[in-house]
């Protein structure tokens, strides 16, 4: 008999799930972009390099009020849903799924730090496989708890924010003071040193690419990024038993989503930015008081889009983009990776060596042209292979045995 815990075949995949992980994968690129193109102090204080007027400046903020952290939370909580989608087909297969899914993180552990040391130091795959670790503890939990565990997480990231920003100066040191501004506001001196080892050589890529990778996974995440993390994936487990993820609540439920997202959400993140930027992006206030508008409001404009993607389905709208967004879903592991390596290739020096010279409006350009591409790549490639090649290299080795890979030919 078939091993009922074998892979999710593609009849049993709740279809909307696809669509929202393919939406979100495409989405991270918009806020990703600027991590790829500029220097890193550019991501949180965009004063920091190139020009931030006119159409530059109408970029940034649109991308800042609909994408930064709001596709990165869709893509968060869908993760933690994937936990739960995982556990109930083992469940109902009379089988545990501990094992599985600890082989799971522990590849994509691995993947991530390939990603984050080889290719960008952007990489999200560590977080999630260390957080994953923790998450799937509270598989069993009821809506309520999930719900009430995950807004724990969420609030106590956001106290430590606000404790950091409140005693900055009293209490850390000089010196750590001195080296958080200067990363928020680089100096020409580091500027210069930035784009050259970007434009330079892979290995003098890579030396500043582990640096960063290391500050990233010892000292952004455990004291920042986990509790974000998991406390979007404890929400996202919660909508998904309560069935709003999955697009299977009541229509009235996503409308309010949308109301929530336009009336709460987007003004709550212009608000904050506009703060930012009336102090100049002062690295203090602007990355740990004033981003607490944006750190709340990207759940609620995340949910928004959740609600708007869920009525343009069941309105049977775009549903030839639908169809593209869903094969993107199923393939959003290769999806990503493949992402990072097309941006790297246009910008660093072993490829086109383009860092530091693109205007945020041409970067808006990439990311359509890069969008454009994976709508067309994800669904020709499923039409010959089951799965997209990392999630067949990741399938093979969590389950120990080797996958199907191509589809079978239709003959008669």
């Given at each position: 008999m078939e091993n009922l815990l074998a892979p999710v075949r593609e009849p049993e995949r709740i279809d909307f799930l696809d669509v929202l992980r393919g939406f979100a994968v495409c989405g991270i690129l918009a806020m990703n972009i600027q991590s790829f193109a500029m220097p890193g102090a550019a991501y949180f204080n965009p004063l920091a390099y190139g020009d931030f007027t006119g159409a530059n400046y109408l970029v940034w903020l649109l991308a800042n009020a609909l994408a930064n952290q709001k596709f990165m939370t869709l893509f968060s909580m869908l993760f933690g849903a994937g936990v739960l989608l995982m556990c109930d087909r083992a469940r109902a297969a009379g089988r545990?799924?501990?094992g599985l899914h600890y082989r799971r993180m522990g590849w994509l552990l691995l993947f991530g730090?390939?990603?984050?040391?080889?290719?960008?130091?952007?990489?999200i795959l560590v977080d999630y496989a260390l957080c994953g670790l923790l998450v799937f503890v509270f598989r069993k939990a009821r809506p309520g708890w999930l719900l009430a565990s995950g807004l724990l997480f969420l609030l106590i990231g956001s106290l430590m924010m606000l404790m950091a920003g409140l005693t900055a100066g009293t209490y850390w040191p000089p010196e750590q003071l001195a080296a958080f501004e200067a990363r928020m506001q680089p100096s020409a001196a580091k500027l210069a040193e930035e784009l050259a080892a970007y434009r330079g050589t892979w290995l003098t890529s890579f030396r500043a690419r582990a640096a960063e990778s290391a500050e990233m996974q010892l000292t952004v995440f455990p004291f920042f990024?986990?509790?974000?993390?998991?406390?979007?994936?404890?929400?996202?487990?919660?909508?998904?038993?309560?069935?709003?993820?999955?697009?299977?609540?009541?229509g009235r439920v996503y409308g309010w989503l949308i109301g929530l997202a336009l009336l709460v959400g987007l003004p709550a993140t212009i608000y904050g930015a506009q703060r930012q930027l009336a102090?100049?992006?002062?690295?203090?206030?602007?990355?740990?008081?004033?981003?607490?508008?944006?750190?709340?409001?990207s759940l609620l404009v995340a949910l928004g889009w959740l609600g708007a993607l869920v009525l343009l389905v069941r309105a049977s709208l775009w549903s030839g983009l639908r169809r593209r967004l869903a094969a993107c879903g199923r393939m959003a592991f290769s999806c990503y990776i493949l992402t990072s390596l097309i941006c790297t290739a246009l910008f660093y020096g072993h490829g086109l060596g383009l860092f530091g010279r693109?205007?945020?409006?041409?970067?808006?350009?990439?990311?359509?042209?890069?969008?454009?591409?994976?709508?067309?790549?994800?669904?020709?490639?499923l039409a010959r292979f089951r799965f997209g090649?990392?999630?067949?290299?990741?399938?093979?080795?969590?389950?120990?045995?080797?996958?199907?890979?191509?589809?079978?030919?239709v003959t008669g």
């Open positions: 545990g799924a501990a730090l390939a990603h984050a040391y080889l290719v960008w130091a952007g990489d990024t986990f509790w974000r993390v998991m406390g979007v994936m404890l929400l996202g487990m919660t909508l998904y038993r309560w069935r709003v993820l999955t697009g299977e609540a009541a102090t100049g992006w002062d690295p203090i206030p602007s990355f740990f008081l004033h981003a607490q508008w944006g750190y709340w409001a693109v205007s945020r409006l041409g970067q808006a350009g990439i990311t359509l042209a890069v969008w454009l591409f994976l709508l067309w790549l994800a669904p020709f490639w090649p990392l999630e067949w290299l990741w399938r093979s080795l969590a389950y120990r045995a080797r996958q199907p890979w191509r589809r079978r030919a």
